[in-house]
């Protein structure tokens, strides 16, 4: 989001749970269009809410996956914010060679890609990696 849109919009990535490292084949795929993974650190939306950001403070949760949607729609039952759901491949377990597991998190990155896009308008303000 940062790359395409620059500063302007407050992101936090946040999940169901914050069990796993970021892996390594999302790392590569979106250091190959610039975007720098490799330091990020998955949270949970409890984690979020420890760390000072309250959801009452966001517009908008995009869920990619049904599990984060239904945290998501219970999380935002007393908060005015929209929650979207985005049907995106899970790449995890996907391909038995190392280019097959990284075609289908390309797939999966480009998924993402296109519905920002679609949903915020074209890049405004790219910042680098």
């Not at 975007?35 to 939306?45: D, K, P, Q, T």
């Not at 990155?109 to 680098?128: T, V, W």
Request: aromatic share 10%; with cysteine.
């Amino acid at each position: 989001m940062k790359k395409f849109y620059g500063h302007a919009t407050y992101v936090q990535s946040a999940g169901v749970k914050n069990d796993m490292e970021i892996d390594g084949f999302a790392v590569s795929v979106c250091q190959e269009i610039g975007i720098e993974l490799a330091r990020h650190r998955s949270r949970s939306f409890d984690e979020m809410k420890q760390w000072g950001d309250d959801l009452s403070g966001f517009d908008l949760i995009v869920a990619l996956s049904p599990a984060s949607q239904r945290m998501a729609l219970e999380l935002t039952r007393y908060y005015h914010l929209d929650v979207e759901y985005w049907p995106i491949l899970d790449p995890t377990g996907l391909g038995e060679s190392r280019e097959a597991k990284l075609s289908a998190y390309r797939q999966s990155r480009d998924q993402i890609r296109d519905r920002m896009l679609a949903r915020f308008g074209p890049p405004r303000d790219p910042q680098p990696g």
